[in-house]
C-alpha cells in the first residue's frame, strides 16, 4: 500500500509540460491517449457538445464535436488543477465513466477511477458532480445511506472504478452508477476497509447524493443491500448499466452474479432468462456478505439498448475471457411515442448474435475475446427499421441485424491498418438526434464516423479510411493525454527524450523548441522502459517494446531516431538473461549503473549487467546463507557480507520464491544506489504476477543491487 499523494509543495520553482502533446504514430495518425468514456449532451440537437473521460487526464469537452471539418474540432481539460480535489486523500482524475443529465440542466457526472482491469487502470477518490456544464465541480466520496436513515452505514467511492451512469427518461432526476473494481486500486490497497464497495447506486435528485440499491436473487437473498451485512473485501462490482425507455427499466450486470433489473433503481431483481446457459443460480449463487464465485461466468458484461426498437443486448466474458456471446432481449415494441411498449412483456435474453468472428481460437483454448477484461463495449444504432451493431474488443465491428448480423471488422487495427484507428476500443458514443455522427474511444484517442462506419467492398478496402475522421489535434491543441510509463533524456541536453507510452509504442524527440509539441513514434510494439545512452552518445537511444527482454537500440547523430533505425532485431533479448524473461506478461526494467554509464542493467527475476550491445549481461544474485554474491562472473559482483542481510546494506525486500529458490531475498540495485524506474502500478517491481523464471512473484519485488 502505498502512502496518499502529497500536497503541493512549497517553493517557487516552476515546471513546464514538456511533452508530447501528441504522438505522430506509425500507423494510426496522430494519437494521443486512453478514452475510457464519451457522453453527448442529449439536449444539444447539433450533437456538438461532446464529454469525454480520459485514463489520466479527467475530463474534457468540445462545443463544437460535430464540426463538418474535422481539423476544426477542439477539445479542451476540464478538471485540470479544480479545488475540488486538492488535499483529497486518494485523489487523482483518471475517469471511468462521464455522463451529462437530460433536460439541458448543466450537470454533468464524472465516475474517477478506471475499470478496465488494467495495471494502469486507477482508482478514484468519488464522483465529480457539475451544475454548470463543467465549469466547476465538487466532489462526492461516499453515500447518504446513514445520514437518511436507509442503511446501516454509508459506503465509499475511495479506491474504486465507475463503469457507468444511466438516467431515466421517465424521471430525469434518477441516475443509476455502476461502481467497479479499478484493479490499480486493488494492486495498492486503496479501498478504505469495510467502507469502500463496489456496486449499484442510485440517486434521485439528479446525482447530488448517492444511496446503495438493494440486489436481491430469486431465493430471496440479498446480494447487497444498504442494511446488509458488508460484503467483503469491497462489494460485487458492477460492470454496465443501461436504462431502456420503451421497457422503462434500468439493466445492469454485476460481476460473478448476472444481470439485473429495476424500475426504481433503488431495489433490483435478476433477469429471469439470462444471456446464454452459463447463468444459472447454480452456477452464480448469492454469496451473502461476499462476492460471488468465479466459477459464475461473468466477469466482464457490456449492456446497450436501441432506444426506438427497446431491444436490448448483453456481451459477456468470463474470468478467463472465454466468451458467453452476445445475446438480444427482442422487445417486439407495438404503438408510438409515449403509447409505444413491448409485446413481449418479460424480459427474456433468448436470441443469440453470432459472434464467433469476434472470437480468437487457439491450440486447446475455448472462443475467446482478447483482452475482454480489458475492453469489452457495445452500441446499438437506429437505422430505419434496422438496427447496426456495434462491437468494441481490440477492434471494432459492425454488423446489420437486418441482413444476419454479419460482422464486419472496420478497424483492422493490427493486419492492414486500413482504417488508422487505434487497436483496444473502449468507448462508443453516437448522437440521437442524428445517429450517422458516431465518435469511437480507445488507447490511442479519438476518432469519428459521419455515416455510421459504411464500409463497403473486399475487408482491408482502401476506402475504409474514409469513413473515420481522426480527432486528436483537437485534444492535442489544448494538452496532453499520454500515458508516460518510462521517460529517458540525454546526459547533454534537456531537449532531447525518450518516453514509452504503452499501447502507443516509444516516442522521442530531438533538440526539441521550448513548450508542449508533438513527438514522433520511433519504435512501435509495447511501450516499455527506454533510457538515452549517458555517455557522451546522447542520441543512442535504448527501448523495450515487449514482454519479457525485447531491447532495441538506435544510433542518430544530433538528430531523433526513426522506428528504421532500431531495426527489426533486439540487441539485447532473451539469450543474454537465460531465457528469464519467457514467463514474463510486461516488458523488462532495465537502466544504466549509475557510476559506470558504459553498463547496462536489466531486472527480471534478477538483476543483469552488461555493456549495452556491446558485450554481454553478468548475473549478479545474493546468496541466502549471509556471505555475500553467488553466481559472479568476470568479477562484477562484489563480496561484502553484511551484518543485516550479507549482502552489501538493507535497501529493499525481494519476494520468498525468486527463481524457484523458495526463500526470501534480498535485492540491492546499483553502484550509487540509484533506482528502477517505476512501472505503472507504481511498485519498483522487476516482474508482475509470474516471474521471470516462472515462479509466482507477487507483487512486490523492489529494491536495490549493489555492483562492483
Not at 416 to 445: F, K, R
Not at 591 to 603: E, K, S
Not at 617 to 636: K, N
Request: proline fraction near 4%; glycine fraction near 16%; aromatic fraction near 8%.
Amino acid at each position: 500500500m502505498f502512502p496518499a499523494a502529497m500536497p503541493l509543495a512549497t517553493g517557487s520553482a516552476a515546471w513546464t509540460a514538456a511533452g508530447p502533446a501528441a504522438v505522430n504514430s506509425i500507423s494510426y495518425g496522430l494519437v494521443t491517449g486512453r478514452i475510457s468514456s464519451i457522453a453527448l449532451d442529449p439536449s444539444d440537437v447539433s450533437g456538438n457538445t461532446v464529454f469525454l473521460g480520459t485514463t489520466g487526464g479527467g475530463v474534457w469537452k468540445s462545443q463544437n464535436a460535430a464540426a463538418s471539418t474535422a481539423s476544426s474540432v477542439v477539445f479542451a481539460p476540464m478538471t485540470d488543477g479544480i479545488g475540488a480535489l486538492s488535499g483529497v486523500f486518494r485523489a487523482g482524475v483518471s475517469v471511468g465513466a462521464v455522463s451529462v443529465q437530460p433536460g439541458g440542466t448543466g450537470v454533468v457526472l464524472a465516475g474517477l477511477g478506471d475499470p478496465n482491469d488494467a495495471l494502469d487502470s486507477y482508482y478514484g477518490a468519488g464522483i465529480l458532480r457539475s451544475t454548470d456544464g463543467g465549469k466547476t465541480w465538487t466532489l462526492i466520496q461516499q453515500s447518504m445511506d446513514l445520514e437518511d436513515g436507509l442503511g446501516l452505514r454509508d459506503y465509499s467511492f475511495v479506491g474504486e472504478g465507475f463503469a457507468g451512469f444511466a438516467w431515466s427518461t421517465a424521471n430525469v432526476q434518477l441516475v443509476v452508477a455502476a461502481v467497479s473494481q479499478a484493479y490499480g486500486g486493488s494492486l495498492d490497497s486503496a479501498e478504505i476497509s469495510g467502507s469502500s464497495s463496489e456496486g449499484l447506486y442510485y440517486s434521485v435528485d439528479g446525482g447530488a447524493s448517492w444511496h446503495l440499491a438493494r440486489i436481491t436473487d430469486p431465493n430471496g437473498v440479498d446480494v447487497q443491500g444498504p442494511d446488509d451485512s458488508f460484503d467483503y473485501p469491497d462489494g460485487n462490482a458492477a460492470t454496465s448499466v443501461v436504462w431502456n425507455p420503451v421497457r422503462r427499466v434500468f439493466v445492469a450486470s454485476v460481476r460473478f452474479h448476472g444481470y439485473y433489473l429495476s424500475t426504481d433503481g433503488m431495489n433490483w431483481t435478476r433477469v429471469p432468462s439470462q444471456p446464454g446457459s452459463g447463468l444459472t443460480t447454480g452456477k452464480c449463487p448469492t454469496e451473502a456478505g461476499s462476492v460471488g464465485v468465479a466459477g459464475c461466468p461473468i466477469f466482464r458484461g457490456s449492456l446497450a439498448v436501441n432506444p426506438v426498437t427497446g431491444d436490448t443486448f448483453a456481451w459477456t466474458v468470463d474470468a478467463f475471457n472465454q466468451d458467453q456471446g452476445i445475446w438480444q432481449d427482442a422487445c417486439a415494441i407495438a404503438g408510438t411515442g409515449s403509447a409505444a411498449a413491448c409485446t413481449n412483456q418479460t424480459m427474456s435474453f433468448t436470441t443469440q448474435v453470432g459472434a464467433t468472428a469476434l472470437e480468437t481460437v487457439g491450440a486447446g483454448e475455448n472462443a475467446t475475446i482478447a483482452n475482454g477484461d480489458y475492453n469489452l463495449t457495445l452500441a446499438a444504432v437506429p437505422s430505419g427499421q434496422d438496427t447496426l451493431l456495434f462491437a468494441g474488443d481490440d477492434d471494432l465491428w459492425r454488423c446489420s441485424l437486418a441482413n444476419g448480423c454479419v460482422w464486419r471488422n472496420t478497424t483492422n487495427s493490427t493486419t492492414c491498418i486500413s482504417a488508422q484507428v487505434g487497436e483496444y476500443q473502449h468507448a462508443l458514443g453516437w448522437d440521437t438526434g442524428n445517429p450517422l455522427l458516431m465518435y469511437v474511444g480507445n488507447d490511442s484517442g479519438l476518432w469519428r464516423s459521419v455515416d455510421d462506419v459504411a464500409e463497403t467492398g473486399s475487408v482491408c478496402a482502401t476506402t475504409d479510411g474514409a469513413h473515420f475522421q481522426n480527432l486528436n489535434g483537437g485534444i492535442a491543441a489544448s494538452g496532453s493525454l499520454a500515458e508516460v510509463e518510462s521517460l529517458g533524456q540525454s546526459a547533454l541536453t534537456t531537449a532531447t527524450m525518450l518516453a514509452g507510452l504503452g499501447a502507443n509504442g516509444i516516442a522521442g524527440i530531438a533538440n526539441a523548441s521550448t513548450g508542449l509539441v508533438k513527438w514522433n513514434e520511433v519504435l512501435g510494439g509495447e511501450g516499455g522502459p527506454v533510457a538515452a545512452d549517458q555517455t557522451t552518445h546522447s542520441n543512442n537511444w535504448y527501448a523495450n517494446n515487449a514482454a519479457g527482454v525485447s531491447i532495441f537500440y538506435c544510433t542518430a547523430a544530433g538528430t531523433a531516431c526513426t522506428p528504421a533505425g532500431f531495426g527489426t532485431t533486439p540487441v539485447i533479448g532473451e539469450t543474454q538473461v537465460a531465457n528469464d524473461g519467457l514467463g514474463m506478461d510486461y516488458p523488462a526494467e532495465f537502466g544504466f549503473d549509475a557510476i559506470d554509464p558504459t553498463q547496462m542493467l536489466v531486472g527480471t527475476c534478477r538483476v543483469w549487467r552488461g555493456g549495452g550491445y556491446r558485450r554481454g549481461l553478468d548475473e549478479c544474485e545474493c546468496d541466502f546463507a549471509g556471505t555475500g554474491w553467488v553466481r559472479q562472473r568476470s568479477g562484477l559482483c562484489r563480496e561484502q557480507p553484511d551484518p543485516v542481510d550479507g549482502c552489501g546494506g538493507y535497501i529493499g525486500w525481494g519476494r520468498s520464491d525468486l527463481c524457484g529458490h523458495g526463500r526470501r531475498s534480498r535485492w540491492r540495485w546499483f553502484g550509487g544506489r540509484a533506482s528502477l524506474p517505476r512501472n505503472d502500478d507504481g511498485d519498483r517491481n522487476f516482474v508482475r504476477e509470474l516471474d521471470g523464471c516462472g515462479a509466482f512473484a507477487g507483487n512486490e519485488q523492489r529494491g536495490h543491487v549493489q555492483l562492483a
